[in-house]
Structures are given as C-alpha cells and as structure tokens.
C-alpha cells in the first residue's frame, strides 16, 4: 500500500514591508505615469497662499484666515455632492439654483411659516432630495443626457427662486441656530479638543489598517510613513486652530471674536461621513467602476440606473446643505442666492481639486482643496483691489489649467498602462 506524504500548509507568506526610498520611489513612477492625483491643486494652493502673504502681508492675518472658512463654505458643500456626479461622467448645472431652491424653501419656512430651524432645515433637504431625484429619473430612466436635463433645471429651478422669493423680495433669516452655522464660533477649548479627536481618529484608522494589511500579507505602506501622515495632520490642525483661536475682533472691549467657526467641523464631518462612503464601501466602489466603464459595471451585476440616480440625490442633497449655509452667511435669501457664480465656482472647485471631467476618478477631499484654491483666488485678489472680472479671468485660467493637466495625465496614464 502506498502511503501519500501530507504536506502541512505554513503560514501565509508575508509581503516584505517596503522602505522609505522604494515608498518614495513608487510615488514618484506613479505620478510620472499620470496618476498626479490632487497634487496640483495643492501645488497652486501653497503658491498662491503664498503669493498674496507676499503682496498683502493682511492675508495671512487670523481675521482673513477665519474669513477663507465662511466665504468658501457654501461653494466647498456644492462642490462635494458635484463630485459623485462627476466620477460617473455626468454633470450637474442646475446645483446652484438648486442651492437657491433650496434656501429659499428654508427661510420661506423659518421666517414666513414660523416654524422652528429643524424643521426649515428637514425642509430645505427634503427638496434637495426631491431634485436630486427627478433629474436623476430623467438621466437614467428616460436616457436624456445630463447636461440637457440640469441645464433645464437650471432655468427652471432660477424661476422657481423668483417665485418663492415673490418676484425679488427679500427674506431674512432671524433664527439664532441657522445664523450661528456660519456667523459663530466654537469655544477654544472645544476647538482644540475636536482637533485632537481628529487627529486620534485618523491614527486609529491609518494604524490600525496598517495592522490589517501586514497580518494579511499584504503589500502596505512603512510605518514611519502612516506615522508621517499622522504627524502632517496634527501639525495641520493644531496650526489651524491655533491661528483660529487667536483674537480677531478690532475692539475686544465691545465683542471677543475667536474660535473656530461652526461651519468648518460641519465641512469635516461631511467630509469623512462620504469619504468612507466612496472609499470603505460596496456603494463607493459601484460608483468607480460605473464611472470607469458602465457597460462592464452592468454586466458584473451593478445596477447602473440606480447609482446614476443615487449621484443626483447626493449632488442636489449637497447642494441643500450649501443653500443653507449660504442663506446663515448672508442672513437672508434674495433671488440671486445659489446664482451667479455659484455653480461656476463648486464646478470648477471640484475639477481643480483633481476629479476628472471623464469620470472614474476623484474623491471628495478633491472638492475641500479646489475650494480652498476657489476661495484664495477670490480672497486674496479681492485684497489686492483686482475687479470681479480679473477674478473671474484669474479663476477661469487655473481651471483651465486643471482641465489640461487631467486631460494630459489620462493620456500618459494610457500610453504608459497604468490605465
């Protein structure tokens, strides 16, 4: 009788961890390769940053720092729903009148009907969600291209503005909570806390998939790089907060004005609830690998229809919640909220902050970035005395700019095969 040895399975291999050269390496071949991600962005954000601290030492003053936070709020919030749609390849014109719709609907509630800031709130996102919706049943139900469709609802929804707003009314927003998101600080102490939940947040996530991937086997990062990354957003957020701490009011005897302002861990929160959702879900991925190639999407299984339809909710449900922080900053909706360069600003937010206009690539850190590049831009010329045309020109060239750099990465990313 023949006796079969039993070969005994040892313990998966492990994958050597690379160090920091080959880290580096690696990185630099990817960005050769096309894969430049939100570098550029970056890259223009620091230079102008440091630009207008040059030409107008006010820039950098902690009243003007906070004052970047508020102005660019309302464009970042539109610009981190436009993302969803832009990963898929879409676009939506109608957001910022949709924003408008939405505020509108907001103080109309608050202010004409009486009732209290929650339910104005719930009502302003319930339109949001309900626009979102139908445009998103008109592009994957009925086949019309996204473009035809919001670009109706972008007149529609500015005659609808005018409707609610009685033609060119005006409707303040007197409720303490609604002004308090983007006219009012947090304490320092709660500041400083919130910066430190953070940053023990973030540790925790980085660390701990670290561990997951080495005990899998899998290729990961050096811990001194995850270590790297946890340090560059402490430093980060301890900078910011500190600067945001420091007293800004002229005359302290009559009003203290320091903090961070509400709106900014409201932008935070948003930003790692869809963060996740694009990265750490089975959703997230599905919006990818539409974005990527729809018609394989829907021959893996992935209902195609359902994730166009669903981006559009997010979008016009962003696009709520920045009518609404629009609407506190301004105390009051007028017929122009959500309108003139709102959209042009979160649409080209978005792009410059590094999501393709051809789909499959993009994350909602993208919109933070191209915000803030939107809002520096429009600050700091506004500092220097530069016309709302040269800003417009100004922006409209970075955009430009943004537009070529993705287009060309693509290409090398294609002749290279990374793509």
């Given at each position: 009788?023949?006796?079969?040895?039993?070969?005994?399975?040892?313990?998966?291999?492990?994958?050597?961890?690379?160090?920091?050269?080959?880290?580096?390496?690696?990185?630099?071949?990817?960005?050769?390769?096309?894969?430049?991600?939100?570098?550029?962005?970056?890259?223009?954000?620091?230079?102008?940053?440091?630009?207008?601290?040059?030409?107008?030492?006010?820039?950098?003053?902690?009243?003007?720092?906070?004052?970047?936070?508020?102005?660019?709020?309302?464009?970042?919030?539109?610009?981190?729903?436009?993302?969803?749609?832009?990963?898929?390849?879409?676009?939506?014109?109608?957001?910022?009148?949709?924003?408008?719709?939405?505020?509108?609907?907001?103080?109309?509630?608050?202010?004409?009907?009486?009732?209290?800031?929650?339910?104005?709130?719930?009502?302003?996102?319930?339109?949001?969600?309900?626009?979102?919706?139908?445009?998103?049943?008109?592009?994957?139900?009925?086949?019309?291209?996204?473009?035809?469709?919001?670009?109706?609802?972008?007149?529609?929804?500015?005659?609808?503005?005018?409707?609610?707003?009685?033609?060119?009314?005006?409707?303040?927003?007197?409720?303490?909570?609604?002004l308090a998101i983007a006219n009012r600080n947090l304490s320092p102490a709660l500041g400083w806390a919130l910066a430190a939940v953070a940053v023990a947040g973030y540790a925790a996530a980085q660390?701990?998939?670290?561990?997951?991937?080495?005990?899998?086997?899998?290729?990961?990062?050096?811990?001194?790089?995850?270590?790297?990354?946890?340090?560059?957003?402490?430093?980060?957020?301890?900078?910011?907060?500190?600067?945001l701490n420091l007293e800004r009011s002229r005359n302290v005897l009559v009003v203290s004005l320091k903090g961070v302002p509400i709106v900014v861990p409201i932008i935070a929160l948003l930003l790692?609830?869809?963060?996740?959702?694009?990265?750490?879900?089975?959703?997230?991925?599905?919006?990818?690998?539409?974005?990527?190639?729809?018609?394989?999407?829907?021959?893996?299984?992935?209902?195609?229809?359902?994730?166009?339809?669903?981006?559009?909710?997010?979008?016009?449900?962003?696009?709520?919640?920045?009518?609404?922080?629009?609407?506190?900053?301004?105390?009051?909706?007028?017929?122009?909220?959500?309108?003139?360069?709102?959209?042009?600003?979160?649409?080209?937010?978005?792009?410059?902050?590094?999501?393709?206009?051809?789909?499959?690539?993009?994350?909602?850190?993208?919109?933070?970035?191209?915000?803030?590049?939107?809002?520096?831009?429009?600050?700091?010329?506004?500092?220097?005395?530069?016309?709302?045309?040269?800003?417009?020109?100004?922006?409209?060239?970075?955009?430009?700019?943004?537009?070529?750099?993705?287009?060309?990465?693509?290409?090398?990313?294609?002749?290279?095969?990374?793509?």
């Open positions: 009788m023949t006796t079969t040895a039993v070969k005994k399975e040892g313990p998966a291999a492990v994958a050597p961890a690379p160090t920091v050269g080959t880290h580096l390496s690696n990185y630099l071949r990817r960005v050769r390769g096309g894969d430049i991600g939100a570098l550029p962005a970056v890259i223009m954000l620091l230079a102008l940053a440091a630009g207008f601290s040059i030409a107008r030492p006010t820039f950098f003053t902690a009243g003007n720092f906070a004052n970047l936070f508020t102005q660019g709020a309302a464009v970042t919030l539109i610009a981190m729903g436009l993302v969803f749609v832009l990963l898929l390849g879409e676009i939506d014109l109608s957001a910022g009148f949709a924003s408008g719709v939405c505020a509108a609907i907001l103080a109309n509630v608050v202010t004409e009907l009486g009732y209290p800031w929650y339910v104005a709130v719930l009502a302003a996102v319930a339109t949001g969600l309900a626009i979102g919706t139908g445009l998103g049943l008109l592009v994957a139900k009925v086949g019309i291209p996204s473009f035809v469709v919001t670009l109706a609802g972008f007149l529609a929804f500015q005659g609808i503005v005018l409707m609610l707003m009685k033609e060119g009314s005006n409707i303040s927003v007197r409720d303490d909570v609604l660390l701990l998939r670290h561990r997951n991937r080495v005990a899998r086997g899998l290729l990961t990062d050096p811990i001194a790089v995850v270590l790297a990354r946890i340090a560059g957003l402490a430093v980060i957020l301890g900078a910011a907060v500190y600067v790692v609830v869809w963060t996740f959702v694009l990265q750490r879900t089975s959703y997230g991925r599905h919006v990818y690998a539409v974005g990527g190639n729809a018609e394989a999407a829907r021959r893996a299984g992935i209902n195609v229809d359902r994730i166009r339809i669903s981006v559009f909710v997010i979008c016009s449900t962003m696009a709520a919640i920045g009518g609404i922080v629009a609407a506190s900053r301004a105390n009051s909706v007028d017929p122009n909220t959500g309108g003139s360069n709102v959209l042009l600003y979160a649409v080209g937010a978005a792009v410059i902050g590094g999501t393709s206009l051809f789909g499959g690539k993009g994350r909602v850190l993208d919109a933070v970035l191209g915000g803030a590049v939107v809002a520096v831009i429009d600050n700091g010329m506004g500092l220097m005395g530069y016309s709302s045309g040269v800003k417009y020109v100004v922006t409209g060239v970075v955009l430009l700019a943004a537009a070529t750099i993705d287009a060309l990465s693509r290409r090398r990313a294609a002749a290279t095969g990374t793509r």
